[in-house]
Protein backbone atom coordinates (compact mmCIF):
# COMPACT_ATOMS: atom_id res chain seq x y z
CA UNK A 1 0.00 0.00 0.00
CA UNK A 2 2.39 2.43 1.02
CA UNK A 3 4.56 1.43 -2.05
CA UNK A 4 1.54 2.15 -4.13
CA UNK A 5 1.54 5.69 -2.61
CA UNK A 6 4.88 6.73 -2.99
CA UNK A 7 4.52 5.13 -6.83
CA UNK A 8 1.91 7.89 -7.16
CA UNK A 9 3.76 10.83 -5.74
CA UNK A 10 6.27 10.27 -7.97
CA UNK A 11 4.59 9.75 -10.34
CA UNK A 12 2.80 13.12 -9.23
CA UNK A 13 5.94 15.06 -9.39
CA UNK A 14 7.17 13.56 -12.73
CA UNK A 15 3.75 14.75 -14.25
CA UNK A 16 4.34 18.40 -13.31
CA UNK A 17 7.75 17.86 -14.22
CA UNK A 18 8.81 16.22 -17.32
CA UNK A 19 10.26 17.00 -20.50
CA UNK A 20 7.47 17.43 -23.18
CA UNK A 21 9.61 15.94 -26.07
CA UNK A 22 11.65 12.98 -24.70
CA UNK A 23 13.28 12.28 -28.01
CA UNK A 24 14.77 16.02 -28.46
CA UNK A 25 18.51 15.97 -28.01
CA UNK A 26 19.06 19.87 -27.53
CA UNK A 27 19.78 19.72 -24.23
CA UNK A 28 19.15 23.59 -23.86
CA UNK A 29 15.80 23.41 -24.63
CA UNK A 30 15.01 22.22 -21.07
CA UNK A 31 13.39 24.01 -17.97
CA UNK A 32 15.94 24.86 -15.35
CA UNK A 33 14.94 23.95 -12.04
CA UNK A 34 14.93 27.65 -10.94
CA UNK A 35 11.21 28.54 -12.89
CA UNK A 36 10.14 24.77 -12.25
CA UNK A 37 7.02 23.88 -9.56
CA UNK A 38 7.96 24.49 -5.62
CA UNK A 39 9.54 21.06 -4.89
CA UNK A 40 11.95 21.22 -7.64
CA UNK A 41 12.65 24.86 -6.56
CA UNK A 42 13.47 23.38 -2.81
CA UNK A 43 15.65 20.14 -4.35
CA UNK A 44 17.67 22.79 -6.19
CA UNK A 45 18.54 25.32 -3.54
CA UNK A 46 21.57 25.50 -1.33
CA UNK A 47 23.96 24.46 -4.24
CA UNK A 48 21.97 21.15 -5.41
CA UNK A 49 23.21 19.68 -1.72
CA UNK A 50 19.47 18.15 -1.57
CA UNK A 51 19.98 16.14 -5.16
CA UNK A 52 23.10 14.00 -3.05
CA UNK A 53 20.83 13.98 0.10
CA UNK A 54 18.19 12.74 -2.25
CA UNK A 55 20.37 10.20 -3.94
CA UNK A 56 21.84 8.50 -0.66
CA UNK A 57 18.27 8.13 0.41
CA UNK A 58 17.42 6.38 -2.97
CA UNK A 59 20.41 3.84 -2.46
CA UNK A 60 19.38 3.31 1.34
CA UNK A 61 15.76 2.86 0.74
CA UNK A 62 16.35 0.35 -2.05
CA UNK A 63 18.86 -1.50 0.02
CA UNK A 64 17.10 -1.17 3.27
CA UNK A 65 13.98 -2.63 1.46
CA UNK A 66 15.53 -5.44 0.12
CA UNK A 67 17.16 -6.66 3.72
CA UNK A 68 13.07 -6.24 4.71
CA UNK A 69 11.95 -8.47 2.04
CA UNK A 70 14.41 -10.74 2.88
CA UNK A 71 13.92 -10.36 6.51
CA UNK A 72 9.97 -11.33 5.97
CA UNK A 73 10.79 -14.55 3.68
CA UNK A 74 12.83 -15.72 6.34
CA UNK A 75 10.13 -15.47 8.73
CA UNK A 76 7.89 -17.21 6.92
CA UNK A 77 10.74 -20.07 6.68
CA UNK A 78 10.52 -19.93 10.42
CA UNK A 79 6.95 -20.48 10.77
CA UNK A 80 7.28 -23.47 8.64
CA UNK A 81 9.32 -25.21 11.77
CA UNK B 1 33.78 -11.66 4.89
CA UNK B 2 33.00 -10.52 8.18
CA UNK B 3 36.35 -8.31 7.98
CA UNK B 4 34.97 -7.23 3.96
CA UNK B 5 31.85 -6.12 5.88
CA UNK B 6 33.42 -4.32 9.01
CA UNK B 7 35.49 -2.63 6.60
CA UNK B 8 32.95 -1.99 4.34
CA UNK B 9 31.01 0.17 7.25
CA UNK B 10 33.70 1.22 9.16
CA UNK B 11 35.24 3.41 5.59
CA UNK B 12 32.00 4.67 4.52
CA UNK B 13 31.89 6.59 7.52
CA UNK B 14 34.06 9.61 7.26
CA UNK B 15 33.38 9.99 3.86
CA UNK B 16 30.79 12.49 4.02
CA UNK B 17 32.45 15.87 4.69
CA UNK B 18 33.97 16.14 1.48
CA UNK B 19 33.86 18.89 -1.26
CA UNK B 20 30.21 20.56 -2.07
CA UNK B 21 27.22 19.76 -4.13
CA UNK B 22 26.53 17.34 -6.65
CA UNK B 23 30.31 16.39 -7.37
CA UNK B 24 29.29 14.22 -4.14
CA UNK B 25 27.19 12.31 -6.08
CA UNK B 26 30.31 10.71 -7.54
CA UNK B 27 30.70 8.39 -4.15
CA UNK B 28 27.35 7.24 -4.57
CA UNK B 29 26.49 6.72 -8.47
CA UNK B 30 28.98 5.63 -9.47
CA UNK B 31 30.29 2.77 -6.76
CA UNK B 32 26.81 1.28 -8.02
CA UNK B 33 28.12 1.07 -11.06
CA UNK B 34 31.27 -0.56 -9.94
CA UNK B 35 29.47 -3.21 -7.64
CA UNK B 36 26.94 -3.62 -10.15
CA UNK B 37 30.18 -4.98 -12.62
CA UNK B 38 31.80 -7.03 -9.54
CA UNK B 39 28.76 -8.84 -8.60
CA UNK B 40 27.61 -9.74 -11.84
CA UNK B 41 31.37 -11.00 -12.80
CA UNK B 42 31.30 -13.16 -9.98
CA UNK B 43 27.28 -14.03 -10.86
CA UNK B 44 29.28 -15.32 -14.09
CA UNK B 45 32.11 -17.16 -12.20
CA UNK B 46 29.44 -19.14 -10.43
CA UNK B 47 27.51 -19.90 -13.23
CA UNK B 48 30.54 -21.38 -14.98
CA UNK B 49 31.21 -23.26 -11.93
CA UNK B 50 28.05 -24.53 -11.69
CA UNK B 51 27.86 -25.84 -15.04
CA UNK B 52 31.41 -27.67 -14.35
CA UNK B 53 30.32 -29.68 -10.80
CA UNK B 54 26.81 -29.10 -11.16
CA UNK B 55 26.33 -28.57 -7.58
CA UNK B 56 23.12 -26.62 -6.20
CA UNK B 57 25.17 -24.42 -4.08
CA UNK B 58 26.56 -22.79 -6.76
CA UNK B 59 23.54 -21.89 -8.80
CA UNK B 60 22.41 -20.32 -5.13
CA UNK B 61 25.20 -18.49 -4.91
CA UNK B 62 25.03 -17.18 -9.11
CA UNK B 63 21.61 -16.81 -8.39
CA UNK B 64 21.77 -14.56 -5.43
CA UNK B 65 25.09 -12.80 -7.18
CA UNK B 66 22.44 -11.46 -9.76
CA UNK B 67 19.91 -10.45 -7.32
CA UNK B 68 22.22 -8.16 -5.69
CA UNK B 69 23.24 -7.00 -8.74
CA UNK B 70 19.95 -5.99 -10.06
CA UNK B 71 19.47 -4.36 -6.79
CA UNK B 72 22.30 -2.26 -7.15
CA UNK B 73 22.09 -1.87 -11.09
CA UNK B 74 18.69 -0.58 -10.10
CA UNK B 75 19.90 2.21 -7.78
CA UNK B 76 22.45 3.71 -10.13
CA UNK B 77 19.42 4.14 -12.63
CA UNK B 78 17.32 5.62 -9.82
CA UNK B 79 19.98 7.81 -8.40
CA UNK B 80 21.39 8.57 -12.53
CA UNK B 81 18.05 9.65 -13.10
CA UNK B 82 17.73 12.04 -9.88
CA UNK B 83 21.31 13.64 -10.49
CA UNK B 84 20.22 13.82 -14.33
CA UNK B 85 17.27 15.82 -13.68
CA UNK B 86 19.24 18.41 -12.46
CA UNK B 87 22.66 18.61 -13.91
CA UNK B 88 21.18 17.88 -17.38
CA UNK B 89 17.97 19.17 -16.99
CA UNK B 90 15.39 15.62 -17.23
CA UNK B 91 14.92 12.41 -15.51
CA UNK B 92 15.23 10.21 -18.85
CA UNK B 93 16.19 11.54 -22.40
CA UNK B 94 16.61 9.03 -25.11
CA UNK B 95 19.79 10.35 -26.49
CA UNK B 96 22.43 9.62 -23.82
CA UNK B 97 23.47 6.20 -24.81
CA UNK B 98 24.98 5.19 -21.46
CA UNK B 99 21.31 5.80 -19.97
CA UNK B 100 19.30 3.36 -21.86
CA UNK B 101 22.25 0.90 -22.54
CA UNK B 102 22.35 0.16 -19.02
CA UNK B 103 18.41 0.16 -18.24
CA UNK B 104 18.73 -2.87 -21.04
CA UNK B 105 21.55 -4.61 -19.44
CA UNK B 106 19.28 -4.75 -16.48
CA UNK B 107 16.52 -6.14 -18.85
CA UNK B 108 18.34 -9.25 -19.87
CA UNK B 109 19.25 -9.69 -16.12
CA UNK B 110 15.79 -9.35 -15.32
CA UNK B 111 14.71 -11.78 -17.95
CA UNK B 112 17.29 -14.04 -16.13
CA UNK B 113 14.65 -14.37 -13.25
CA UNK B 114 11.95 -14.52 -15.25
CA UNK B 115 13.30 -17.93 -16.95
CA UNK B 116 13.94 -19.31 -13.90
CA UNK B 117 10.72 -18.94 -12.39
CA UNK B 118 9.26 -20.57 -15.53
CA UNK B 119 11.01 -23.90 -14.10
CA UNK B 120 9.86 -26.26 -11.65
CA UNK B 121 12.60 -28.76 -11.46
CA UNK B 122 15.38 -27.51 -9.52
CA UNK B 123 18.12 -29.44 -11.79
CA UNK B 124 16.88 -28.13 -15.12
CA UNK B 125 15.94 -24.64 -13.55
CA UNK B 126 19.74 -24.28 -12.38
CA UNK B 127 21.50 -25.73 -15.68
CA UNK B 128 19.24 -23.28 -18.16
CA UNK B 129 19.45 -20.48 -15.72
CA UNK B 130 23.51 -20.83 -15.20
CA UNK B 131 23.53 -21.10 -19.31
CA UNK B 132 21.44 -17.78 -19.65
CA UNK B 133 23.60 -16.03 -17.09
CA UNK B 134 26.65 -16.91 -19.41
CA UNK B 135 25.41 -15.13 -22.07
CA UNK B 136 23.48 -12.10 -20.13
CA UNK B 137 27.21 -11.17 -18.61
CA UNK B 138 28.65 -11.03 -21.82
CA UNK B 139 26.76 -8.36 -23.30
CA UNK B 140 27.23 -6.36 -19.66
CA UNK B 141 30.95 -4.99 -21.05
CA UNK B 142 29.59 -4.19 -24.18
CA UNK B 143 26.53 -2.16 -23.23
CA UNK B 144 27.73 -0.40 -20.41
CA UNK B 145 31.69 0.18 -21.16
CA UNK B 146 32.35 -0.36 -25.31
CA UNK B 147 29.40 0.73 -26.90
CA UNK B 148 28.36 4.26 -25.29
CA UNK B 149 32.10 5.19 -25.36
CA UNK B 150 31.93 5.06 -29.78
CA UNK B 151 28.59 7.55 -29.35
CA UNK B 152 28.54 11.16 -28.09
CA UNK B 153 26.89 11.69 -24.88
CA UNK B 154 26.93 13.83 -22.43
CA UNK B 155 27.49 11.20 -19.43
CA UNK B 156 31.49 11.45 -18.55
CA UNK B 157 33.62 8.77 -19.82
CA UNK B 158 31.66 9.00 -23.56
CA UNK B 159 33.90 9.51 -26.56
CA UNK B 160 36.58 7.57 -25.69
CA UNK B 161 38.07 9.21 -22.86
CA UNK B 162 37.64 7.97 -19.17
CA UNK B 163 35.64 8.94 -16.91
CA UNK B 164 37.97 9.87 -14.66
CA UNK B 165 40.09 11.99 -16.20
CA UNK B 166 42.14 15.22 -15.04
CA UNK B 167 39.06 17.12 -14.87
CA UNK B 168 38.56 15.02 -11.88
CA UNK B 169 39.66 16.67 -8.18
CA UNK B 170 42.27 14.21 -7.13
CA UNK B 171 40.87 14.48 -3.65
CA UNK B 172 37.78 12.56 -4.50
CA UNK B 173 39.82 9.26 -5.09
CA UNK B 174 40.43 9.65 -1.21
CA UNK B 175 37.05 8.50 -0.60
CA UNK B 176 35.91 7.53 -3.99
CA UNK B 177 38.23 4.10 -3.73
CA UNK B 178 36.50 3.87 -0.32
CA UNK B 179 33.27 4.05 -1.06
CA UNK B 180 33.79 1.28 -3.74
CA UNK B 181 35.59 -0.56 -1.42
CA UNK B 182 33.00 -0.28 1.24
CA UNK B 183 29.43 -1.10 -1.02
CA UNK B 184 31.07 -3.97 -2.64
CA UNK B 185 31.84 -5.06 1.12
CA UNK B 186 28.04 -4.46 1.49
CA UNK B 187 26.78 -6.14 -1.64
CA UNK B 188 28.71 -9.42 -0.56
CA UNK B 189 27.50 -9.20 2.59
CA UNK B 190 23.64 -9.14 0.80
CA UNK B 191 24.81 -11.58 -1.35
CA UNK B 192 25.82 -14.26 1.06
CA UNK B 193 22.60 -13.04 3.06
CA UNK B 194 20.42 -14.02 0.29
CA UNK B 195 22.92 -17.29 -0.18
CA UNK B 196 22.29 -18.21 3.05
CA UNK B 197 17.88 -18.11 2.57
CA UNK B 198 18.57 -19.96 -0.48
CA UNK B 199 20.36 -22.77 1.32
CA UNK B 200 18.36 -22.71 4.13
CA UNK B 201 15.15 -22.98 2.22
CA UNK B 202 16.54 -26.03 -0.38
CA UNK B 203 17.32 -27.62 3.10
CA UNK B 204 14.09 -27.56 4.16
CA UNK B 205 12.15 -28.52 1.22
CA UNK B 206 14.33 -31.42 1.37
CA UNK B 207 14.41 -32.33 4.49
CA UNK B 208 11.03 -31.15 5.98
CA UNK B 209 9.30 -33.18 2.90
CA UNK B 210 8.74 -36.94 4.22
CA UNK B 211 7.65 -35.48 7.32
CA UNK B 212 5.59 -33.76 6.45
CA UNK B 213 3.99 -36.16 4.16
Redesign the interface.
Known amino acids: MTILINFFAILLIAATDTLASAYSDRWQGVQDPEHSNMIMQAMASNGLIFVVLGVSLIIWFVLISYLIRLEKKLDKLEQKF | MTAVLAAGFLIRVPEIPIL???S??LF??VP?WFTMTVVFAAGLIFSIRYLISSSMRMDALAESATMIGI?FG??GL??GS??A???????????EPKMNLSAMALMIYVAYFILRSAFDDPEKRAKIAAVYNVFAATTVPFLLYVVPRQLPS?HPGADGNPAFSDLTAPELRLVFYPAIIGFIG?AVW?TQ??YR?IM??LR?ERG?APTQL
Open positions: YETRNFHMLFCLTLWRFTWGTWWTFALIILRYIKAS
